[in-house]
Nanobody, 124 residues
Framework: QVKLVESGGGSVQPGGSLRLSCATS????????IGWFRQAPGKEREGVSS????????LYADSVKGRFTVSRANNQNTVYLQMNSLKPEDTAVYYC?????????????????WGQGTQVTVSS
């Protein structure tokens, strides 16, 4: 069955970096795009980035553009989210997700399968 497992979260000071990993199984990654989302306490889940796995197309929320980079490990079923210049407002639980989307999208409703999430805390 479809499975996604996030890892790499933690606590970091403002300006620091983290790399999140999303290990996937149970489906062909080339055929299903991956999205990264986050949810802060008391807030709705929001799209952060998306990767079109068939052609490498990427999409970013304005709030992370230029700081976050989504990528896929060569010939492997793992997708990464490199997060640089982290800010306190980036603090949230981060999730990866997949579904039969028609291209990369930050629309939460387009994704069917979700990981369990990994906590990212940015604080001095």
């Amino acid at each position: 069955q479809v499975k996604l497992v996030e890892s790499g979260g933690g606590s970091v000071q403002p300006g620091g970096s983290l790399r999140l990993s999303c290990a996937t199984s149970g489906f062909i990654l080339d055929y299903q795009d991956i999205g990264w989302f986050r949810q802060a306490p008391g807030k709705e889940r929001e799209g952060v980035s998306s990767l079109g796995t068939s052609d490498g197309t990427t999409l970013y929320a304005d709030s992370v553009k230029g700081r976050f980079t989504v990528s896929r490990a060569n010939n492997q079923n793992t997708v990464y989210l490199q997060m640089n210049s982290l800010k306190p407002e980036d603090t949230a639980v981060y999730y990866c997700a997949t579904g039969y989307t028609s291209g990369p999208t930050l629309d939460v409703s387009q994704y069917e399968y979700w990981g369990q999430g990994t906590q990212v805390t940015v604080s001095s």
